[in-house]
């Protein structure tokens, strides 16, 4: 049980760093400008990191508890996933929300 814990600790930060990415290529795909595309790229993960790390990092004073948690994980990674669908990237997109669900089913059945 505890390899399964430690692959999926692993595949939730390899996500996170996916979710990131996928925010800066978003951002410069998107922006009008180079100037436009450059604040997205760095602006959207940004704004990632500081969500993130205010409501979900593990030792954060105001990390949520259990159901919000999983709740605001979902809606950054679902939100991440659907506007990497709109930039054209529907297969991505499906795979890294196929793999973000295992990691939650996962983490809730070893209560992580």
């Known amino acids: 049980m505890t390899i399964i814990k430690l692959i999926n600790q692993v595949l939730a ?54 159901p919000y948690l999983t709740v605001f994980k979902l809606a950054m990674f679902s939100t991440t996933a659907f506007l990497w669908f709109k930039a054209g990237h529907q297969t991505p997109a499906g795979i890294f929300m196929a793999f973000v669900l295992l990691s939650e089913v996962i983490a809730l059945w070893l209560k992580q």
Not at 13 to 34: D, H, K, N
Not at 36 to 60: E, Q
Request: some cysteine.
């Open 13 to 66: 930060f390899s996500l996170e760093l996916c979710m990131l990415y996928m925010l800066g290529a978003f951002g410069y795909q998107t922006g009008r400008s180079i100037g436009w595309k450059y604040a997205l790229a760095i602006g959207l993960p940004l704004i990632a990191i500081v969500l993130w790390g205010y409501f979900a990092a593990p030792k954060s004073d105001h990390r949520l508890p259990f």
